[in-house]
């Protein structure tokens, strides 16, 4: 009997195994560790998983490989990608040691669980993949907004669901629209030159493009994320933030840079591009208004997005590897930001309150500290990642032609100063009078996790490591 795989086949998807198998581990863990709270031996298992699939996907960086008939790619992109998204469930893993309940076994499990499937995701060169990865990443976040005991967090995973599922049904059928017109769900069948004169590949892809720009929460399908965002559980919040955008993108970037017809991708894109630069303004406007970290974060998300978009809207090598490198910020800046949050939050609360930042630079002056250089670099200034990382995103837009979306990222990124001095200047103006608010004891891991995405958050801005070899992305 011939197997049908091959075991370079089964060694491609190590790395997404590793974490499956850990939130397994997790589990058990949980059942057979004879305490009451095993909160800590989760966490450590947890990472020690992640940290194993990080290792054996940098193993994978540089040897492409087409595993299971070219459905599941490895090598560059995909490495790329899949170690975001692991930095992402480490850094909300990290932050269930100081929130998350009595009990988080199931709720790792479930983030881990979402997370192979944003990895498949990103190595992902058919429709059927896109799809499973997707559904796989969707239906545990759906679980985890709800996973505790507050309205807003059974709102948020209700209004997630519908949503999210309405983007879902736009991906599926655009896809079996796609596969009609070509007769094909690989990706690099889309690029046939006769496809141009078929209305079903038209059709099929702006359907599949709808669904995507619905789940990277572009405008106008971006009204659900703050309020998501506000009800989610605090880690499940950091891990949506960047895995789902991590992986979405992954996708976005294959099919507008591999996936199209010679002389289609301007008109089939011109509307994403659109979206993108509208989003530029409409997030840092929302976040004007807010005064909850959560829902400013979220409409911050939706801005951040449109600022990667831009990097990719000329469709070159280098635009992919801008965006790469803000996106790779972005996770930094985000994760540290809530790390912040997780630190400083009080009993029963998620530190999302702007208020609660008043006088912080006081009574947590390195934490203020970490905050304040998160912010900076969402608002890109320097001396951060974000700063560097939209001049280069200016720069590759420009040269593109493309200007426009430049003019509407300095646009934006002029709007949110205000938002993002908001958080700052209550972190570093004095109490009021009145009982002082209890802090969280230190939690040593937290603080470690907001101390290193601090540090990374300032060295990128010197050492800007932007990989080089990630093309092709469809073989």
């Not at 059974?154 to 736009?170: C, V």
């Not at 496809?195 to 995507?212: D, E, S, T």
């Not at 996106?327 to 800046?333: G, N």
């Not at 802090?439 to 603080?447: A, D, E, G, M």
Request: hydrophobic share 55%; net charge neutral; aromatic share 10%.
């Amino acid at each position: 009997m011939t197997m049908p795989f091959t075991h370079a086949d089964w060694a491609a998807i190590m790395p997404v195994s590793v974490v499956a198998i850990t939130a397994l581990l997790v589990l058990v863990a949980d059942l057979f560790s004879g305490r009451d709270e095993p909160r800590g031996l989760c966490i450590a298992i947890g990472l020690i998983g992640t940290a194993v699939a990080a290792y054996l996907a940098a193993r994978q960086f540089g040897h492409p490989h087409d595993a299971f008939y070219g459905g599941f790619l490895t090598g560059g992109f995909a490495t790329v990608f899949q170690e975001i998204i692991l930095i992402a469930a480490a850094g909300s893993l990290i932050l269930y040691g100081a929130l998350g309940g009595e009990r988080v076994a199931g709720p790792i499990a479930i983030m881990l669980w979402s997370a192979c499937g944003a990895m498949l995701m990103a190595g992902a060169a058919n429709l059927i993949m896109i799809f499973l990865g997707l559904e796989l990443l969707s239906l545990g976040l759906y679980a985890l907004c709800g996973a505790v005991d507050r309205k807003t967090a059974r709102e948020s995973a209700i209004k997630y669901l519908i949503l999210s599922s309405t983007a879902s049904g736009f991906l599926i059928f655009g896809s079996a629209l796609l596969f009609g017109a070509t007769g094909s769900v690989a990706l690099a069948d889309l690029t046939g030159p006769l496809l141009v004169y078929n209305p079903l590949f038209w059709l099929g892809a702006g359907m599949f493009l709808i669904g995507l720009v619905f789940k990277l929460s572009l405008v106008p399908f971006h009204a659900w994320t703050p309020d998501v965002f506000e009800g989610a559980p605090l880690p499940v919040t950091a891990f949506m933030s960047v895995a789902t955008k991590a992986g979405v993108l992954a996708v976005f970037a294959r099919f507008a840079y591999a996936a199209l017809p010679a002389g289609t991708s301007e008109a089939i894109l011109l509307p994403v591009w659109v979206a993108a630069g509208i989003s530029m303004i409409a997030g840092n406007v929302g976040m004007l208004a807010q005064t909850d970290l959560k829902r400013l974060l979220g409409y911050s998300g939706i801005a951040q997005v449109g600022y990667i978009l831009v990097a990719l809207a000329g469709g070159t090598a280098l635009g992919l590897r801008y965006a790469i490198f803000y996106l790779t910020a972005y996770a930094f800046m985000n994760l540290g930001a809530f790390a912040v949050a997780a630190a400083i939050s009080g009993e029963g609360e998620e530190g999302a309150q702007i208020a609660n930042y008043r006088g912080l630079g006081r009574r947590r002056p390195w934490l203020a500290a970490a905050m304040t250089v998160f912010l900076l670099g969402l608002a890109g200034l320097p001396p951060t990642a974000g700063f560097l990382g939209k001049i280069l995103i200016l720069a590759t837009s420009v040269t593109s032609g493309y200007a426009w979306l430049a003019a509407l990222l300095v646009a934006g990124t002029a709007i949110s100063l205000y938002a993002y001095a908001k958080v700052i200047r209550a972190m570093y103006a004095p109490e009021e009078a009145g009982p002082v608010r209890d802090l969280r004891p230190f939690v040593p891991l937290v603080w470690a996790s907001a101390a290193i995405c601090a540090v990374l958050v300032v060295v990128m801005a010197f050492y800007p490591l932007t990989p080089s070899n990630v093309l092709p992305l469809v073989r």
